[in-house]
Each structure stands twice: as C-alpha cells, then as structure tokens.
C-alpha cells in the first residue's frame, strides 16, 4: 500500500502499485531500414498551446477536492488493484489524499513535509515536501505555476471523451516517464500515471469541484499515539 501511495505521489499525493504496460517500439516504414533495426522513437514536441491549457488551469484552480478511483495495470494490461477514495488539495503544496477501500491510509501534505499513515500497521512515514514532489503529478496539482520548468507539456488525440495532454519530466529524479491529463471542457477527469518500468496507474475523479473553501486542519498531520513514525532525514 504504501508503495502504491509513493508511486501516485512520486501527485499526487499514491498502496498499489504493479509494473504495467512496456511500450511497442515503432516498426520502420518498408524499405527505411533494415528488419530487427532499433528505431527511435521520435521525441516530444512541446505545445505551447497545451502548456497554456495546463498553465491556466492550475492558475485558476487554487484548490479542489473531488472523490477518485484508482487503478493499476500490470505490464501485460492485466488490472491488479483498484482503490477509492477522496482528495483534496491546495496550493502550493498542500494536499489530502486518503484511500478508503480496500485498505485504509492517508497521506497529507502540509506545505513542508507529506506524512503517510498506514492505518492497519499504525505506522507513519515523514518525507520533506521538496524532495518528494519535484518533478512528480503532484507537481502538477499541488505545486508551484512553473509548469514548462520541469515538465514538458504535449497535446494528445481526444480519448473517451477527453481532451488529453501529457506531461514529460525534464529532470532524471523523478520515478515517472510520464503523465496524462484528460479534460472534460475545463474539469480536470483523469490522471494516467506511466513509470520507467512500464507500470500504468490510472485515477478517474468524479464530482471534482474547483477553488471551494477547504479547512486548514485537512492538512495537518500528528501521529497517533503508540504509531511506529519512520522519518527521512
């Protein structure tokens, strides 16, 4: 589970995660090369136009809270875990995400550090916020407005219904190749997480509400008392 939970976050703010999906490498056009020949495959151009729908969005959206369900696709396209649950988020750095079923655990952010309490083991796990989030999804919910800093931003065809962009990381610190973002209109619908191993996370929201007014003690965090609390210095 907590795993799971890091790999969401290592976005936002996520117990359950597999190795999914390996891409298919492009096959050569006849007569371009020859058979069994590595081809690249070309890289991604940044879209300013997608970068400005991401930018505006994270602009207008200070925060949001919705109810989400997760899940994880093995690399051979076989599910293997499914997860629900709510979130909140407010920025910069501020988020709640709490998985309800089938296992209970929390995590919050609370603009310095994200504690992650497992509730069955009565267990909590302290990362500093700056070294957690650089470069992940939760960047891009929950951080700062220099979007095209750390990612590079990519239209993609509509899908399901969709608008989708993707997200590439510039930097090599981050656990994700990439990150897909579907809109409906202006709503923020989706999250699909993919790792440099080939696993696929998928988050679908639902009743997603922007810039509604949050309790500040959503995102505080004490352990409980008798919790086994591992800290990373």
């Given amino acids: 589970m907590l795993q799971a939970a890091l790999a969401t976050l290592a976005v936002l703010p996520l117990p359950m ?16 090369a020859a058979a069994g020949s590595p081809v ?6 940044p879209s300013l136009a997608a970068a400005a729908r991401l930018r505006g969005f994270i602009e207008g959206t200070q925060s949001a809270q919705a109810r989400f369900t997760q899940t ?6 076989r599910r293997v875990q499914e997860a629900t649950g709510q979130m909140q988020f407010q920025r910069p750095g501020r ?26 083991l009565n267990q909590v796990t302290v990362r500093r916020l700056d070294r957690a989030i650089t470069g992940t999804p ?5 951080g700062s407005n220099e979007i095209e800093k750390a990612f590079t931003v990519t239209a993609q065809p509509a899908q399901d219904g969709l608008d989708w962009l993707e997200a590439v990381p510039k930097g090599n610190e981050s656990s994700f190749a990439s990150v897909r ?13 993919n790792d440099a191993l080939g696993s696929r996370t998928m988050i679908r929201f639902e009743d997603l509400q922007r ?17 086994d609390v591992l800290e990373d210095k």
Avoid: C
């Fill in 95 to 120: 988020f709640r995400w709490e998985y309800e079923k089938p296992y209970s655990q929390l995590l919050v952010g609370d603009g310095q550090r994200i504690w992650i309490w497992d509730r069955d």
């Fill in 211 to 227: 810039n509604p007014k949050l309790a500040p003690q959503l995102f505080r965090f004490t352990p409980p008392k008798g919790a």
């Fill in 138 to 142: 939760a960047a891009l919910l929950a």
């Fill in 72 to 77: 994880v696709v093995d690399r051979k396209g």
């Fill in 17 to 32: 995660l597999a190795r999914a999906q390996q891409p298919q490498q492009p096959q050569p056009p006849a007569g371009s």
């Fill in 40 to 45: 690249s495959a070309p890289a991604p151009v």
């Fill in 181 to 193: 973002l579907g809109f409906a209109q202006d709503v923020l619908a989706a999250m699909e997480l």
